[in-house]
């Protein structure tokens, strides 16, 4: 079962920036024909979208990134990415791609873990 892949977390200072990528095999899905989420999922807490991008490339964002995250894509790579500034602790957790609103249950990746700690 081909899955999605995400990297690029890691442990950041509070204001700090991390570039997160989430790869699709094609053979999943073309981002530039569905629409792609980032999630995220804090230690105890459920698993909820942070921000997606449709096929067209209209971006949406919950309100707790707004204009501090930004998602964009690679369609010759079939990558999207999601760009994260003036990063805080609230934060601090793994984060997942899929489609959106309504992720495909059985191509979940192993997410990419986000630690913002001073």
């Known amino acids: 079962q081909e899955l999605l892949v995400e990297s690029g977390g890691g442990l950041v200072k509070p204001g700090g920036s991390l570039t997160l990528s989430c790869t699709a095999p094609r053979t999943l899905f073309d981002p530039q024909t569905v629409t792609v989420g980032w999630y995220r999922q804090p230690p105890g807490k459920q698993r909820d979208l942070v921000a997606h991008?449709?096929?067209?490339?209209?971006?949406r964002y919950a309100d707790f990134v707004k204009g501090r995250f930004t998602i964009s894509r690679d369609s010759a790579k079939n990558t999207v990415y999601l760009q994260m500034s003036n990063l805080e602790l609230g934060d601090t957790a793994v984060y997942y791609c899929?489609?959106?609103?309504?992720?495909?249950?059985?191509?979940w990746g192993q997410g990419t873990q986000v630690t913002v700690s001073s």
């Open positions: 991008i449709t096929g067209s490339g209209t971006t």
């Open positions: 899929n489609t959106a609103p309504t992720p495909i249950i059985n191509i």
